[in-house]
Every structure is written in structure tokens, then in C-alpha cells.
């Protein structure tokens, strides 16, 4: 009887077990978090997935992320912004020509621009997979062409930081943990093409960030396209591309009446900003690269430097000289110093609210350069006159003489070399990009006194991450590292 | 009615059946003596007979005869007794009395006739009587007279066995007259009893050997005698001599191959156990052990907090501000005196059957339960302080500006106020010893408690409420207080088929923490705390140019956390047949806490113009656990035969917030988030586990000498991906008795009376990977740091890596043991182990480019941890009023990396070596002190000119000189316990060793000479001048001096941190009984942590944590009565 019993119990007990097991250990889909074909479910959800990317790339510190800071200040001091006083150790190894691969103060582009490219994968991939119709065909097409517009510009400042790069277009990670390093002339096509795309598909207007310049458009992509076309020689399709820009007169205009204008939000000369947070710790309603730069108290506190070399290269009257240029006097050590600063922004640690009124967003693309590349462009391809009337236009803003048409090609180039340092000093390592690609860094760069010994064009591209090394034995050092 | 036809109704016949007769039968009985009982009246008519193995009915026609009596029996078969008969010349009266003795007769006399009838039978004899006189049948009562089930009942040198039922009642068929019957139960001696009559009462007495004290295992109980795996117990008694607030704390030392650290000296802090070594190479994963209470396991995620093999679980602190106690134990708010036993499991043998859970080791908390008998009382109350136990010895002002002025000598440095604001912004007679004005109080200790419990043999209560208090030795925190109540119900009914046993323990803890300021290497001229108006003294610290080095701001920051811990079980059990139970483990656990940090305008730097802050985290944990069981115990030829069948399903959802409001301008208002200009979510916390498993335990002893215990679960679990969640674990323990054997017996000497050999093999399992590794997950909130909205959409951010595929890590373990007793009073334990730990969980790093810096993954890569236990127990002395009890373990450990394929791809190329420790670090070798220029020097190991160390390369290999192994591990670990009694009187003294390697305190990466305070000893034997060998670098004010960088990255800094601890100290004295009438009264001083013997001159060589607040020592006195 025992047995009997006993067994259908067990049979009973085992039938129940084995048939619902799995049943057992399985949970709802956690609470605080979404999977991603839920994510990528409707519009709204693959919105904020898009605006993931965006808030990680502006809403940290600005020494952590390629795009809110770290690519200025690092290049700062890499090219002849900025003097050595005050800097800390790793920036000073930059701004002393000693980086070594033990130097970290570049990793940070490195892993933030590639978060980024993550999050663009992942937003392509995410859209692809999705079945689901609420998701609507003009939402994917948009979100598409912005993620291929992030992946383009965050492998934009990665090719000009480190040269060949892993080129990944998935988030696929067994497929991308042993990458090897891709040509930068291959990353290059990568960002046409992507940005071509982007253009295709991103809107003409600002709807996207509901009227503010926060999200990119056509225009920006085309804005980018100009630059990577300069920048890669193709001097014709650079024209073009800064042309249909410079032809938008609806929506940008150079701030011609008060230069103090021009980095605030939604400026007419804004083509692309990244809005911070005003709730977010320690930033605040600040931009969290002026949060670094601006010393505080605002005229008596200590911060960067800026250096002899930009300081001249203003012309006598240069109207940015004193609305994007101001100064503190501080003592440090028993020594008195008397100190330049960048200061385009005007919110920064000194009068930062947490959550207080937002005035100035971070300016990533910006009209005034459409002039310069266009500028440069003719220039290069002798169309030199057209190049100098470009150059001219920025001058008469800055309240300096126009330049005569009659300048040699090679003048011209100075004279638009000489602009750009002047209007776009500090932002966005442009100056140190330029230097490189002009094929002056050496003979720049070379001369400061700061820098010697001068030990080798090597230091004009950064070291990769050292732990990348370790951990995918594909990839290789930049040379003398 | 014919008895005897249904008393021979085969037992096999049915149980409806034999049951339905056995209620007739008694009826029956209960009838008849109604009837028939008529007494006896004798005549005076005398009878002489004298026969041996007379039949009876002979005997009745002899007195027929000379009595002209006559004899009648109805329904009774009367030939088979046979008496023995001599009676000379005796009444009819007692005659008949003498011849009816021991006979299962009565008689009754009517006029000339004799009626003879069964006799009215006794409860035992009614039952007895309708079975076959071959049976032998009875009930066995334990010490105190209750009736014990599961008892085992043998023929000593025969074949019958059986085991008692829930009523303690057994029967045992065909057993020969002079039988003699071996009665044993765990935890009480063996007794042999004579069959006498074949009714038998037996009360079994409890055992005093240490060999039968009973240990709580997995699903079951057994003994040192019986277990053939590792298990250590440790009493109520050994942990309520220990004046501890967390139970964990008193098992320091008791357990061998276990580790205890508290990682900080708050009372409330975590405490970092690990058993048998580091198991796994992830620096993520905590080592801590399953906690199970009453058969519940205590589980928690960690899903807020920073949960590192480090630092260990942040436990019910994850959400909020966890810092200052890195967290909150969990076992904090279970009363250590409301325990009963804690046992704690550690082989494949003990752990097998939890499966996933029991990788790491498993400790068993068992509460007090209420026993039967009157109503008791115990009450008690403690009361006691405790006391920082050392200091650095640090330099006064004189020696301190001396130093400072050499060092700015040496570096051809004028002092400033820049460079020096100490020396010449501050007073420099001034001196404070920080060390004593911040951890000088004098912390209190109370606990107050009482316990009432009784009950009948059916039911039992308990009912303990009680309230402990600690206040700390810091000089401005608060207290920490806990107040709660064990209830504890136990039932049996229907006929004590039906088993209820519910445990519920509910505390609620008050816990106050102020983060300590590092104060031990603070200038001693530094500005007080307070100024006169007894706010912080900021402006001492601004006036000298150093606003940002104030270190006092976190006195005036409290956090206060609140928690409600309820755990409870309950256990239905029911016997459906003989040895045969179903049972249901009902369990329930769940926590709430609250914490709030304040961070007052007042608490900070007034000319930053600050505003107030406030961190609310909450933290909720709840567990269900049921665990259904058929448990069958019974006896199969000469061996006893037990086996545990279950399942087990949990749940456990822990979620939390932590919430951040900003910007307050008053002090005032910090009590709200209402009032905050801004809130903030900085983390919402969720974490969901579920498990399903089967489990079983087959268990056979034969003949008490040979043991095989067989244990299996498939255990599933939600942290893996589809068709990866279920793994199969399992062991295979074996014992042998060999003192059982007679042939054995021969040849060991007659001191040694027991011997036993056992081993076992296993696999365990641990999933301990964090929920919903394997699916892809995006929110607002990544790592505890929340995404801001971007143009007013909130963003979703992709959490982590995906990988589906990780499965479970698997630990293989091996144990084997011998166990002696010899002298009568001596155990000696020796045992050895490995534990091989394969298939690791790590979160493997990935190149960042990928995303993400690490993905969740398995390598194959081997951890081994093998060593030895030894453990000696026993009575040294044993005297009339003198005793002597001492217990002695020793444990040496000893892990390596067995295998690590593809090391040298892996990042943690920088960080292992095959064939070496886990926790190995790779260090220079100082050579010694240049007597030119009084700098450190370091061997050049590759002799290529220049001392290099490369943290991101292999150790030693290219230009790295870094070869020395350093391994901080303890070598070996000693644990002492000693009770001498005195009559009344008993001192408990428990000593603990421990033999590592420590972090030296005089030396740091801050070279001396800067504004920071040195230990005299550095002070004392500094370089000074050329051609002078010293023991320290010379002086220096300039932060990064050349050799000095290199000082914690070489073995100048390591020393030996041995210690031995005198860990308990209690004397206890209690009034004799006697006096009290049965009432008890004890009296005794418990002093903890009383005093440390180490040639380390830190605080705490065990904890070597520069700075923090140190463990403190504790005395109270304890005052019991019970009632």
C-alpha cells in the first residue's frame, strides 16, 4: 500500500516538476529597465534611445567625454593654445610633447567616442529588428540618418586623434572583441557614406529638438560631409556641401551684432549644439567644458592659460579678442600671475545654478566655419579671390580690415589658417586638427619652448588605451608609444 | 470471540484492517474489565503442590482435587502456560495468588468456582497482548520524559531492526527470549535493554560525548559520530559568552578553514566571511556563504550596491548612503542570544543539496525553540563599555614642526605659507591627539532581554523579546539600537502525526553613523574641531589657504538608517505511515530600510557658499521560499535507512531607490525631500531572482559502522539565459566507523575507543552574476547614475553586454578526514581538502571599443584551494569540582590558479600566474637605504639600469623588476576556546591566531616630511645625514619624491601582521541550585577583543585599514535569571 501510494506521489510530483520547470525559473523582463524590442517598439521609446547617445556624449564631466569637452582640452593643450602653468599632470605630459602609453588623459575620447558608436549600432540594429508598426517608417528613417550622423562624427574625432582605428558597424560583440585596426582612409569612406546617408534622411529643419538646435539635420550632416571633404582633399564636394549650408539664410545668419551671442543656445550661427542638463550635479545650467575652463571666482581665480602664440595672432582690434578673451589675476605659491581664458561661454563654475536657467548650449557645429572650409576650399582650388571674399566675410565681423583679393595662393592659406586659429581658438581641437593636416604641426608645434625636447611627430597621434592592447591582441600601438 | 485468530492475522495484512482490529480488540478490553472485574474472596482450605514447568491445567485439576474447587476459562487456550509450582500447605488464597503470578490472568472465586479470564490488561499490555509473544514492542521517552520518534530499536547480534513512530512507539518482530535490544537516537547514549516481558519502556539518556552532539545540517539533523561530512557546530552557549551586536562576529575562530572580518569597526557594518579560500577569480563577486535560518535561505541581490570579493555584499544597505559601514550585514538584526546553534557547512558532503547556493559554504542558523514543561522566564540584561584597544603612537607638536622644519632643511625650501601653512599659518604649540579626541569616548553597550516559554508535550511557545543598545566610540555619533522578538510555536497533533513549527523573528534597528575623518596622520597643531561657537572650525583652515582640506566636515553629516528585518518559517510535517513524512517548508523573509545622509550647510566650507543636501535610499528585500519534502526513514537489514526528497521554488525581488534632494538654503528643511529646490533620482534599483529545484539525500548506515550518504539537486535558476538555467549537482559521502569492527577493535590499543575514515566528492554550483545578465537592457539610470533628459525626452542607455550563453560556475570538492577519540575525553580531527573551482563566472573584460569595458562570461580557468583542518577537543582535567574543557583548531589554506588557458590573451595576464595564488601581488625588492642621499633603493631585477614597474604588463617580464610574491592571505589560522569550571564558577577563554602577511603602517605613498603626521618610529630612525644608515628615507616637503613612489609597490611595505587575539574572556559564575529552589541566577563579566599580542604596529593587524575607525574592545557584565 505504502508503495503504491507513495509512488503516484512521486510520479506526480516528478511529472509536475519536469514539465514546468522552466516555467519556475523564469522572471518578468526587469521593471527599471526595457529589453530592446521593447525599446525599439514605438516611437517614443526609440527616441529616448537616441537621446541616450546624446545625453552621455554632453551630460558628464567635461574631462570624460570626447563630446563635452575632452576633445577641446586635450587638443588645447596638444597644439599651442595654452600654457603649461597650472595644468595637471596628464594634460601637462600633452601640452609638454611627453605623452607616453601610460599617459590616460586621451583614453577618454577614445572610450567615449566609441560609446557612442555603440549606441548608434545599437539604435540601426534596434530599428532593423523591430516588426512592430508603431514604430513609424518616417521615425526609423529619421533615427537612422541621426545614428549613422553620430557614428560619422564620433569616428570623425577618432581618426584625427588616433589614426587607424577599429572600424565597427555592429554591436555584435563576438564579432568586434578582436578587431584589428582599420586604414583611416577606409574610416574616412565609412563617414562619407554615412553621412551621405544622413543627409538623405535627416529633416531640413530643427523638429526633431522641437524648434531647438539640438538634434542634428540635414544641414548639419552637410556641414560635417564639408568638413570631412577638406579635410580628405576633395576640395569641389567641400565647396558644395559648405554651399548648400552657407545657402540656408532662413536659418543661419552670423551673429554679426554682439559676438557674445553666438554661443548662446539656438544662436542663428548655430547649426549643431549639445543641450546639457541645468538639473545635473556640479555643471548645472553650464556647459560643462566652460565649467573647466571659466576660473572661479570669474577674475581672480585659478584655470588655464591661454598662450603667446594665440594671443598675437589676433590683429589689433579683433572684436573676438575681447568678447571670447578675459583674464584673472591670482596669486599662486607667493607668485602673482595674470592669466587669459577662453571665454566664449559665460556660464561656468563661478555662477553656475543647478538647475537654473539655461542660456548657452555647447556649440558643436557652427556656421562661421562653413565660410572658413569653403574659404579654404577655393582657395586650394584656386579659385583665390572667392576664397578671400569667404575669409572676408568673418573678418568684417570681427571688425578687422578686409583682405585684399590680390593675395598669393600660399597667402591666402595663411591668412585663412590665421582665421581659423583666431575664430574657432579652443573649440573642438580645430587648431591642432588643422596644424596636422596642413603638414605645419612640426614647425609650429616644434618651436615652443614648452615642448622641447621636441621628440618626434609620433606625439601628433595619441596612444591607443593601453588596456585595449591587453585586451584584443589584434590591435596594435601607434608607433614610438 | 477467538483472540488469538486475529491477533495471527498476518501484519501485512492491511493496515485499514489491523488498525479497524486493533480498535475492536480494544473495545473488547475495556468491556470485559467492566464487566468481570470482580474481586476476589479466598478460602481457608490449604494446598501443597510442587511441579516444575507444570502445565496449568494440570496445576487446576491437582487443587480441584485437594480444594473440591473447580476451574473455569472460557475463550482462553490455557495449554500453553506452564508454571513452575511449590507450595506447601498454603491457603487456597495464596495459593492461587502464587500460582497466577506473572501470568497475563485473573482470576475470580464464586461459591466452589475458580473463573479464570485474561486479566484486565495494562494500556501496554493490551496492545502487547494481541500480538504474538514473539514481538517485542514499547516506546522510547527522551531525557526529559517526552516521547521520541526516530529512534532506532536493535537486536543486539540479530537481525531485527526498526525505528520509532512520532509516538516514540515501536514494535519489533521475532525476537528471541534473552534478546538484548541496542536503543540509540543522535545525541544520546546507546542503551541495551533486556526484552523482559516484551513491553518496554525506554528512556534514553542524553550522551555528554562530543561525538553525539548534534549537528543541523541540510534538511536534517545528525551527529559527529554519524556525519560523513564536514560540519561545525557552535552553541548558544559559545556565542552568548561573546558580547557581539552580529552573530557572525562570534564565530571568529570557531570554525576552521572560515574567516571573519568585519570591514569596518561600525557595529552595524558588513563582515566578510570566506570558507576554504578564494574561490573565483572575478573581483566582483563576493565569497559569502548562504545564510539559511530555520531551513530559510536569506537571500538578498545586490543590485544597488558595489558588491566587490573585496568588500563582500553591501547586505540590506544598497541604495542610499552605505559608506561609512560599507553597507549593512543582514545578520546584524538577528539576536545573537535568541540563537540556538550555528552550524556551518563547508564540504560537497554537507553543501551538494543546496546546489547553486552552497558553492561557497553554508551557514545554518538555528533559533531556540520552547520546550515542554512550566512556564520558564529567563531574563537578562547586559550592560557594558567598550574602548579603542591601541593607538598609533604618533608625533607630538615638538617633534612635528621638527620634522616638517628638517624636511624643507633638506629640501633647500624657505617655508611659506604656501608650502607650509602648518608650520607658519598655525599656532605651533598647540597639540591635539587626534586619535583620542575623535575615537576617545567611551562607547556603552546594553542589552536587555527576556524569554518565556513552556508548553506541554503537545505544544510549545517561546516567546523573546529584546532590546540591544550600542553607542560608539566615536566621539559624536549616536546609537545604534535594535529592538525585536523571536516568536517560536510548535504543535503536534493527531496523534503526533501532525508537526507545526513556526519560527518568527522581527527586529527593528536604529543605526546612526557618522563617516570617520582619517585623524591619525592630521598635524597635531592643527585647528580644533570647533570653534567657540561650537560650529565646525572652518575658518582656521581658510585662513591658511586650505579650504578644501578640512577633514571634519562628516561629524556634523549623520546618516541615520532604519530597518525592519522579519524572518520566519514555518514547518508543516506530517506523518503519513511509519518513518514516512510529508513535509512543507514555508519561509518568508523580507527587510525594509530606509536610510537618510544629511549633508547640512553647516557641515560644509562656508565661503563656497554651500547648500544642504539629502540622500534618501530605500532598500526592500523580500524572499519566499517553499520547499515541499517527503522525507522515509526506516531500517533495511541491519542499517538504518533515511532519504529526503523535495523540491524548492524561491523568489526573491530586492529593489531600491536613492534620492537626492539639492540645493537646500536652511538646515531646517532638511528633514524633507518635499522642501528641496530639487529632487533627483539617482538610482531605482530592481532585481528579481527565482529558483526551481529538485533535490534528494539517500542516507544508509549499516550495522553503525559503514555510512553512504548520496546527495543530488538540479537546481534552476533565472540569472541564465534560456537553456542555460538548469545544472546538476551533487556528492557522494562515505564513511567508515572502523572502531565498530571487532577485528579493528583488536588491534587498537584500549585508549583509543573510536576511529572513523570518511571522505566525500562533489559539485557545487554558484550563479552569482547579478539578474538579467543575459538579455539586453536599457533604462535611465546606468551604474547608480542617473541619464539626464535630452531635449525633454528621457533616454533610454543600452545597461551592459550581452552574452546568453554564460552558464554555471562549477566547484568540485573533495574532502577526506579522520576522526579519533581516544583517553575517553579527547577528539581529534584531521581532515583535508580541495575545492577546484572551474567554468568561472567572471565579468571578462572587453576591449572598451566593443561598448563596454566587461562582459558576463565563463572561462576555463581553474581556482584550486586545498588545505588542512585539524581540531582537537577535549577534557584535560576532569576533577570532582574541577574541570577543564578546551577545543583547538588549526587551518591552513593554501589557492592557486590551476589552469588559466590563454592567460596571457586575457587582461588578466597583468594580474595572475599559473601555478600561484589569486590574491598574489607582484612587488620590488628594497635593497636598502642609500647612506648618500638617504633615498630607498630597489633591486634592478633585470639589471637593465632603471627600476621600472609596468601594473599594466606581466610581472617581471620585460622592463618590470617586480618579482617579489606577496601574498596577504593567512598562512594559517589557530583558534583556542578553554571553559574551566569551579563549581559554580566558569571562565571561557578563546584565543584566535592568525599568521599573515600586512600592509606596514610606516610607510605611504606621501613620503614623511609632508604636512602630514608620521608615527614616531619613522621620527626616530629617519636618515639624516650622509654615510648614516637609517630605516627611513630622509625627510622630504615635496609630494613626489623620487624613490618613494614606489614604496607600496615594493616588500619594503609589507610586514608580518600576525596576531593572536584574546577574543573572549568570560567569567561566569551561577548560584547553586540549591539555594534558589530550582531557579537559576548566573552572574558574568564577557569581555571581547579584550587584547591582541602582534609584533604589527597598527591598529588592527587585522584589518590593517589605515585610518578608519578600529575595532574596539568590549566589556559587560551579564546578569540571568530564569524563573
Known amino acids: 500500500m505504502f508503495n503504491h501510494r507513495s509512488n503516484k506521489l512521486l510520479l506526480l510530483i516528478s511529472a509536475f516538476l519536469f514539465f514546468s520547470c522552466n516555467k519556475l525559473v523564469e522572471i518578468p523582463d526587469p521593471k527599471n529597465s526595457l529589453t530592446t524590442d521593447r525599446v525599439f517598439n514605438n516611437d517614443t521609446q526609440a527616441t529616448g534611445a537616441m537621446a541616450g547617445i546624446l545625453t552621455q556624449m554632453i551630460n558628464t564631466d567635461a574631462n570624460s567625454s570626447f563630446a563635452s569637452g575632452l576633445t577641446s582640452i586635450t587638443a588645447r593643450a596638444s597644439a599651442d593654445e595654452i600654457n603649461l602653468a597650472f595644468l595637471n599632470t596628464d594634460i601637462g605630459d600633452l601640452a609638454r610633447n611627453s605623452l607616453t602609453a601610460e599617459s590616460g588623459f586621451a583614453n577618454g575620447i577614445w572610450s567615449s567616442a566609441y560609446q557612442a558608436i555603440y549606441g548608434a549600432n545599437s539604435v540601426m540594429e534596434g530599428i532593423e529588428a523591430s516588426k512592430s508598426v508603431l514604430l513609424r517608417a518616417q521615425t526609423r528613417t529619421q533615427l537612422n540618418a541621426e545614428a549613422k550622423f553620430i557614428r560619422a562624427f564620433s569616428y570623425f574625432y577618432l581618426v584625427n586623434c588616433f589614426g587607424d582605428v577599429p572600424l565597427l558597424l555592429s554591436t555584435n560583440l563576438a564579432e568586434n572583441a578582436n578587431k584589428p585596426r582599420t586604414a583611416a582612409a577606409v574610416v574616412y569612406q565609412q563617414i562619407v557614406n554615412d553621412l551621405i546617408d544622413a543627409v538623405n534622411g535627416l529633416p531640413a529643419d530643427y523638429s526633431a529638438g522641437g524648434g531647438e538646435r539640438i538634434r542634428a539635420n540635414k544641414w548639419a550632416a552637410k556641414a560635417l560631409l564639408a568638413r570631412v571633404y577638406l579635410y580628405t582633399g576633395d576640395n569641389s564636394k567641400a565647396i558644395q556641401e559648405a554651399t548648400d549650408v552657407i545657402g540656408q539664410t532662413g536659418l543661419y545668419q552670423l551673429e554679426t551684432a554682439d559676438l557674445n551671442k553666438v554661443f548662446l543656445k539656438n544662436s542663428s550661427e548655430t547649426i549643431w549644439q549639445l543641450q546639457q542638463n541645468e538639473k545635473k550635479d556640479f555643471t548645472g545650467n553650464a556647459v560643462p567644458e566652460a565649467v573647466y575652463m571659466l576660473p572661479s571666482p570669474l577674475h581672480t581665480g585659478v584655470s588655464g592659460d591661454l598662450s603667446s602664440y594665440l594671443l598675437k595672432a589676433f590683429e589689433p582690434g579683433d572684436l573676438r579678442k575681447a568678447a571670447w578673451i578675459d583674464s584673472a589675476d591670482f596669486s599662486q605659491g607667493g607668485v602673482n600671475y595674470h592669466a587669459r581664458f577662453i571665454y566664449k561661454y559665460k556660464t561656468g563654475r563661478h555662477n553656475l545654478v543647478i538647475g537654473g536657467a539655461v542660456t548657452e548650449y555647447y556649440m558643436v557645429l557652427r556656421f562661421a566655419e562653413m565660410y572658413l572650409i569653403r574659404g579654404e576650399a577655393f582657395a586650394l582650388s584656386g579659385q583665390l579671390s572667392a576664397g578671400i571674399e569667404d575669409l572676408n566675410v568673418l573678418r568684417r565681423r570681427a571688425a578687422i580690415a578686409p583682405l585684399p583679393t590680390t593675395l598669393t595662393k600660399d597667402q591666402t592659406l595663411a591668412a585663412i589658417a590665421k582665421e581659423r586659429q583666431t575664430e574657432l581658438f579652443g573649440e573642438w581641437g580645430h587648431r591642432w586638427f588643422d596644424l596636422k593636416r596642413t603638414g605645419k604641426a612640426e614647425q609650429v608645434l616644434s618651436a615652443i619652448p614648452a615642448k622641447q625636447p621636441w621628440r618626434g611627430n609620433y606625439q601628433l597621434l595619441y596612444p591607443i588605451p593601453k588596456t585595449e592592447l591587453q585586451r584584443d591582441h589584434f590591435l596594435t600601438q601607434n608607433p614610438n608609444y | ?1123
Not at chain 2, 792 to 820: M, R, S, Y
Not at chain 2, 1012 to 1026: A, D, G, H, M
Request: proline share 5%.
Open chain 2, 1 to 1123: 470471540m477467538n483472540l488469538y485468530s486475529y491477533a495471527k492475522t498476518p501484519w501485512r495484512t492491511g493496515r485499514l484492517m489491523r488498525k479497524t482490529i486493533l480498535v475492536m480488540k480494544l473495545i473488547f478490553f475495556i468491556i470485559t474489565i467492566a464487566c468481570v472485574q470482580v474481586s476476589a474472596v479466598g478460602y481457608s482450605q490449604n494446598v501443597t503442590i510442587q511441579q516444575n514447568n507444570a502445565a496449568l491445567t494440570s496445576v487446576f485439576s491437582t487443587i480441584e482435587k485437594q480444594t473440591g474447587y473447580n476451574f473455569f476459562w472460557k475463550d482462553t487456550d490455557l495449554s500453553a502456560f506452564k508454571v513452575d509450582v511449590k507450595l506447601q500447605n498454603e491457603s487456597l488464597d495464596n495459593a492461587l495468588k502464587e500460582i497466577f503470578r506473572g501470568l497475563p490472568l485473573t482470576y475470580s472465586i464464586t461459591k466452589k468456582s475458580i473463573v479464570v479470564q485474561a486479566k484486565a490488561p495494562t494500556i501496554l499490555e493490551k496492545i502487547a497482548g494481541v500480538f504474538k509473544d514473539t514481538d517485542v514492542r514499547g516506546h522510547v521517552l527522551d531525557a526529559e520524559g517526552l516521547q521520541l520518534p526516530g529512534a532506532t530499536i536493535s537486536v543486539k547480534n540479530g537481525k531485527a531492526r526498526t525505528i520509532t513512530n512520532a509516538r516514540g512507539e515501536f514494535l519489533l518482530k521475532d525476537v528471541p527470549d534473552g534478546a538484548i535490544l541496542q536503543v540509540s537516537f543522535m545525541g544520546y547514549i546507546t542503551q541495551e535493554v533486556g526484552i523482559g516481558n516484551r513491553v518496554l519502556e525506554i528512556r534514553l539518556k542524553l550522551s555528554d560525548s562530543k561525538l553525539d552532539e548534534v549537528q543541523v545540517m541540510a534538511y536534517g539533523k545528525t551527529s559527529r559520530r554519524f556525519s560523513t561530512g564536514n560540519i561545525t557546530s557552535v552553541t548558544a552557549e559559545e556565542i552568548a559568552k561573546q558580547p557581539v551586536m552580529n552573530p557572525l562576529l562570534a564565530l571568529v575562530g570557531k570554525v576552521p578553514g572560515m574567516t571573519v572580518t568585519p570591514a569596518t569597526g561600525y557595529a552595524s557594518g558588513t563582515v566578510k566571511v570566506e570558507i576554504r579560500g578564494r574561490a573565483t577569480i572575478s573581483p566582483d563577486y563576493p565569497s559569502d556563504p548562504l545564510y539559511v535560518i530555520d531551513g530559510v535561505p536569506l537571500t538578498y541581490l545586490n543590485v544597488g550596491g558595489t558588491a566587490s570579493y573585496e568588500n563582500g555584499s553591501p547586505g540590506l544597505i544598497q541604495n542610499g548612503s552605505y559608506t561609512a559601514g560599507n553597507g549593512q550585514s543582514p545578520l546584524f538584526n538577528i539576536n545573537p542570544l535568541d540563537i540556538e546553534s550555528i552550524d556551518v557547512l563547508k564540504d560537497a558532503d554537507a553543501t551538494a543539496i543546496y546546489g547553486s547556493k552552497g558553492a561557497n559554504g553554508v551557514i545554518m542558523i538555528t533559533m531556540k525553540k520552547g520546550k515542554a514543561g512550566p512556564t520558564r522566564i529567563n531574563a537578562g540584561i547586559t550592560h557594558g563599555i567598550s574602548r579603542v584597544n591601541r593607538y598609533w603612537d604618533m608625533l607630538n607638536t615638538k617633534d612635528y614642526v621638527k620634522m616638517r622644519k628638517e624636511a624643507f632643511k633638506n629640501d633647500g625650501i624657505p617655508l611659506t605659507l604656501q608650502n607650509a601653512p602648518d608650520i607658519v599659518g598655525w599656532d605651533t604649540t598647540r597639540y591635539t591627539n587626534w586619535q583620542k579626541a575623535l575615537w576617545g569616548n567611551t562607547g556603552h553597550i546594553t542589552t536587555t532581554y527576556l524569554s518565556i516559554s513552556g508548553g506541554d508535550e503537545n505544544t510549545q511557545f517561546s516567546i523573546s523579546p529584546s532590546y540591544r543598545r550600542s553607542t560608539s566610540i566615536l566621539t559624536v555619533s549616536g546609537s545604534d539600537q535594535s529592538a525585536g522578538v523571536a516568536l517560536g510555536i510548535n504543535n503536534k497533533a493527531f496523534n503526533k502525526r501532525l508537526q507545526t513549527d513556526l519560527s518568527v523573528n522581527y527586529t527593528y534597528s536604529d543605526v546612526n553613523i557618522n563617516s570617520t575623518p582619517s585623524v591619525a596622520t592630521l598635524p597635531p597643531n592643527a585647528p580644533p574641531i570647533y570653534d567657540n561657537n561650537g560650529e565646525l572650525n572652518y575658518k582656521e583652515w581658510n585662513d591658511v589657504g586650505l579650504p578644501y582640506s578640512y577633514p571634519f566636515g562628516t561629524l556634523k553629516a549623520l546618516t541615520t538608517s532604519r530597518t525592519t528585518l522579519v524572518a520566519s518559517s514555518l514547518n508543516l510535517s506530517y506523518e503519513l505511515f511509519n518513518g514516512f513524512r510529508i513535509t512543507s517548508l514555508l519561509g518568508f523573509n523580507t527587510s525594509s530600510q530606509k536610510s537618510d545622509a544629511k549633508s547640512p550647510i553647516t557641515a560644509q566650507n562656508p565661503i563656497f557658499n554651500p547648500t544642504g543636501a539629502l540622500n534618501i535610499g530605500t532598500n526592500n528585500n523580500q524572499t519566499w521560499n517553499i520547499q515541499p519534502q517527503l522525507s522515509y526513514l526506516s531500517t533495511i537489514g541491519k542499517g538504518d535507512f533515511s532519504a529526503v526528497f523535495g523540491t524548492e521554488l524561491s523568489k526573491t525581488v530586492t529593489s531600491g531607490q536613492n534620492t537626492y534632494g539639492l540645493g537646500y538654503t536652511d538646515d531646517n528643511l532638511l528633514g524633507s525631500l518635499q522642501l528641496a529646490p530639487t529632487v533627483m533620482i539617482m538610482g531605482d534599483t530592481y532585481g528579481q531572482l527565482r529558483y526551481a529545484a529538485v533535490f534528494g539525500r539517500l542516507n544508509y548506515l549499516w550495522d553503525r559502522k559503514y555510512i553512504i550518504n548520496l546527495s543530488g539537486r538540479r537546481d534552476g535558476s533565472s540569472r541564465f539565459g534560456p537553456g542555460k538555467r538548469f545544472g546538476n549537482f551533487g556528492s557522494l559521502g562515505l564513511a567508515w566507523i572502523a572502531s565498530e569492527e571487532s577485528w579493528v577493535k583488536n588491534i587498537l590499543p584500549s585508549f583509543i575507543d573510536f576511529v572513523k575514515f570518511n571522505g566525500s566528492y562533489g559539485l557545487t554550483g554558484s550563479d552569482g552574476v547579478g539578474d538579467y545578465q543575459y538579455i539586453s537592457q536599457w533604462s535611465n539610470i546606468n551604474n547608480g547614475v542617473s541619464a539626464y533628459p535630452y531635449g525633454g525626452v528621457t533616454p533610454l542607455i543600452n545597461l551592459h553586454a550581452v552574452n546568453p550563453n554564460f552558464q554555471w560556475q562549477v566547484n568540485k570538492k573533495l574532502d577526506l578526514a579522520v576522526e579519533v577519540k581516544l583517553f575517553k575525553d579527547f577528539i581529534f580531527n584531521v581532515g583535508y581538502y580541495r575545492n577546484r573551482c572551474g567554468n568561472q563566472l567572471t565579468n571578462y573584460p572587453t576591449p572598451l571599443f566593443t561598448g563596454y569595458a566587461t562582459v558576463t562570461a565563463n572561462w576555463p580557468a581553474v581556482v584550486q584551494n586545498s588545505g588542512w583542518d585539524f581540531k582537537i577537543s577535549g577534557v584535560p582535567v576532569r576533577m570532582n569540582n574541577f574541570s577543564w574543557n578546551s577545543n583547538l583548531n588549526v587551518s591552513f589554506n593554501k589557492n592557486i590558479l590551476l589552469s588559466y588557458p590563454d592567460l596571457e590573451f586575457s587582461s588578466y595576464a597583468t594580474q595572475y600566474v599559473v601555478g600561484k595564488s589569486v590574491n598574489d601581488t607582484y612587488l620590488l625588492h628594497y635593497i636598502g637605504l642609500d647612506p648618500m642621499t638617504g633615498q630607498y633603493v630597489y633591486e634592478d631585477h633585470n639589471r637593465d639600469g632603471s627600476i621600472n614597474t609596468n601594473p599594466t604588463g606581466r610581472p617581471g617580464a620585460g622592463v618590470d623588476d617586480r618579482y617579489i610574491v606577496m601574498n596577504r592571505d593567512p598562512k594559517f589560522t589557530v583558534g583556542m576556546s578553554n571553559i574551566f569550571r569551579y563549581k559554580d564558577l566558569s571562565l571561557t577563554i578563546d584565543l584566535y591566531y592568525k599568521n599573515q602577511m600586512g600592509i606596514s603602517p610606516f610607510y605611504s605613498g606621501v613620503p614623511a616630511g609632508n604636512m602630514l603626521n608620521i608615527p614616531t618610529e619613522v621620527f626616530n630612525n629617519r636618515w639624516q645625514q650622509q654615510g648614516q644608515s637609517g630605516k627611513y628615507a630622509i625627510l622630504t616637503s615635496v609630494t613626489g619624491a623620487p624613490s618613494n613612489g614606489y614604496i607600496l609597490g615594493s616588500d619594503l611595505a609589507y610586514t608580518d601582521a600576525s596576531f593572536l587575539r584574546l577574543q573572549t574572556v568570560s567569567l561566569s559564575y551561577a548560584l547553586p541550585r540549591k539555594l534558589l529552589n530550582g531557579k537559576s541566577l548566573s552572574l558574568s563579566i564577557d569581555a571581547q577583543n579584550l587584547w591582541v599580542f602582534t609584533r604589527y604596529k597598527g591598529i588592527d593587524p587585522d584589518t590593517q585599514n589605515f585610518g578608519a575607525l578600529p575595532q574596539g574592545k568590549t566589556i559587560v557584565a551579564h546578569l540571568s535569571l530564569t524563573l
